[in-house]
């Protein structure tokens, strides 16, 4: 079955940096991409990003753009979301996704569990 | 830029329809996703491309989109339907998400 498994909570001060695991499992890792969403406490859904586990493209939400950035590692079939020049609006449970791909579209089918990423001084 | 917009909230009574709407400038011409999210866990797809069911999603979940409104029916609400749903399109490569409505069944 299907499954993504994600690293755990992480804390960390202002201006730093944050790396998320997401480890999958259960279905052909290079035929779907991955989607990053976050939440922030008590708010909706926020797309983050997108990258292909095929071939490695990404499509970074604007509002990120210059601070995020998404790898994935074929061998270990794990995709990354690294958040740079951390604020505390950064704070939030970001969720992975696999994305199944349609045209110039995709939808999330299977999510993570969630880290809970926290910024404070 | 593109929005999509949901109220934010809805109550049923169990065994009642429940429809939540979402809107957006000429959202039918788009498709649009549903997502159920119950409180502290993670969001799971109920609808796909409009009006598809994934594997799973029982059949009182459809959905329909046309014009400026996309909506996702309950039928037969039952308790364990209480969630925040949140719809989904894309624009100018961009995934958005309207704000999500609390479905509260009493």
């Known amino acids: 079955q299907v499954q993504l498994m994600q690293s755990g909570t992480e804390v960390k001060k202002p201006g730093a940096s944050v790396k998320v695991s997401c480890k999958a499992s259960?279905?052909?890792?290079?035929?779907?991409?991955f989607s990053w969403v976050r939440q922030a406490p008590g708010q909706g859904l926020e797309w983050v990003g997108w990258?292909?586990?095929?071939?490695?493209?990404?499509n970074y939400a604007q509002k990120l753009q210059g601070r995020v950035a998404m790898t994935t590692d074929t061998s270990t079939n794990t995709a990354y979301m690294e958040l740079r020049s951390l604020k505390s609006d950064d704070t939030a449970v970001y969720f992975c996704?696999?994305?199944?791909?349609?045209?110039?579209?995709?939808?999330?089918?299977?999510w993570g569990q969630g880290t809970l990423v926290t910024v404070s001084s | 830029s593109y929005e999509v917009t949901q109220a934010p909230s809805v109550s049923v009574s169990p065994g009642q329809t429940a429809s939540i709407t979402c809107s957006g400038d000429?959202?039918?011409?788009?498709?649009v996703y549903w997502y159920q999210q119950k409180a502290g866990q993670s969001p799971v797809l109920v609808i796909y491309?409009?009006?598809q069911r994934p594997s799973g999603i029982p059949e009182r979940f459809s959905g329909s989109n046309s014009g400026n409104t996309a909506t996702l029916t309950i039928s037969g609400t039952q308790v364990l339907d209480e969630a925040d749903y949140y719809c989904?399109?894309?624009?100018?490569?961009?995934?958005?998400f309207g704000g999500g409505t609390k479905l509260t069944v009493l």
């Open positions: 989904q399109a894309w624009d100018s490569s961009t995934a958005l």
């Open positions: 000429k959202l039918g011409n788009k498709y």
């Open positions: 990258i292909s586990a095929h071939n490695g493209n990404t």
């Open positions: 996704a696999r994305g199944v791909a349609v045209a110039d579209e995709y939808y999330f089918d299977f």
């Open positions: 259960g279905y052909t890792f290079t035929a779907y991409g």
């Open positions: 491309h409009n009006i």
